[in-house]
């Protein structure tokens, strides 16, 4: 019996992609050669009842020309199980593209990855914006031909749905703050700490408002919405202010330890790049 999560022959009915997978497609779309029209790689995650959940993605080199594609497949292969030492959750559930173009090209590629797991996923990312809006395609194949003959595969579109927790969202509306403006981001902690509470403030008072609205008549009464804001209230924790600074204390000496260690580490990480191109 296949373990929890574990890639088996099952239809796949919900695609969940987490956004550090956009965000790593982009990225090697932004890095790509000059004369590559595209980007191709991994998707790495799990599967959960018909669901595919996609937590990770790494790009995998490839040559596509009009007359014939190449991809280092010993190269995907060998990095798809480093990631599975890494996380032994998580599996080979499909592959990515740049563009939104489905050509003859795909299909080869779709085989190599329906070697890799059962149901692979293709993925395709607008990173052009040919639409005006990086449009996110998410797909099955299914095969199609003559048998001893001809074959391929027809793509079949599955819905999707963007995979984020409170502390993604948190990152992601920074991000979005920052569309259509050309200053540079600056990741100043206090800034963003009083940034967080105003608009605290401001849902508070908004909160506040209508809570006194419903008091007074002058709005309607939801039981539903009065049922979840009794649900926040309770959900507070009732502290006094010693211990709230001692917490305060206690959390920004882990933050500086763990800020240390990764200094640390990337300093070891570019003393081992330096020696692997000496040799």
């Known amino acids: 019996m296949a373990s929890e999560g574990q890639p088996i022959a099952?239809?796949?009915?919900?695609?969940?992609?987490?956004?550090?997978?956009?965000?790593?497609i982009v990225d090697n779309f932004e890095r790509r050669n000059d004369n590559n029209k595209r980007v191709i790689g991994t998707l790495m995650g799990r599967y959960d009842k018909g669901t595919v959940i996609v937590t990770e993605s790494f790009a995998v080199p490839h040559q596509e020309t009009d007359e014939e594609v190449s991809m280092?497949?010993?190269?995907?292969?060998?990095?798809g199980e480093l990631q599975k030492k890494v996380n032994t959750n998580m599996y080979t559930v499909g592959w990515y593209s740049s563009g939104i173009v489905i050509n003859e090209y795909s299909s080869l590629i779709h085989a190599f990855y329906k070697c890799q797991c059962p149901t692979p996923v293709h993925l395709t990312l607008d990173?052009?914006?040919?639409?005006q809006k990086m449009k996110i395609n998410t797909h099955i194949a299914f095969p199609i031909g003559v048998k001893n003959g001809t074959e391929g595969c027809l793509f079949s579109p599955v819905p999707y749905d963007i995979l984020g927790t409170d502390t993604d969202k948190v990152s992601l509306k920074f991000f979005q703050g920052l569309r259509g403006s050309k200053k540079?981001?600056?990741f100043n902690d206090p800034e963003q700490i009083v940034s967080s509470c105003d608009e605290m403030l401001s849902q508070i008072n908004h909160v506040h408002e209508y809570v006194k609205k419903v008091l007074s008549g002058k709005a309607p009464q939801d039981k539903e919405l009065g049922r979840q804001l009794m649900e926040v209230v309770q959900a507070i924790p009732n502290l006094d202010n010693d211990t709230i600074i001692n917490m305060l204390n206690s959390h920004m000496q882990d933050l500086l330890a763990v800020e240390y260690l990764t200094h640390l580490t990337?300093?070891?990480?570019?003393?081992t790049a330096r020696i692997n191109q000496i040799l």
């Not at 280092?72 to 990095?79: F, G, L, Q, T």
């Not at 990337?266 to 003393?271: E, F, H, P, Y």
């Open 266 to 271: 990337r300093q070891q990480l570019a003393i």
């Open 184 to 186: 540079v981001p600056t």
């Open 127 to 131: 990173t052009q914006l040919k639409e």
């Open 72 to 79: 280092d497949m010993e190269y995907a292969m060998r990095i």
């Open 10 to 24: 099952l239809p796949v009915n919900k695609v969940l992609i987490h956004p550090v997978v956009l965000f790593n």
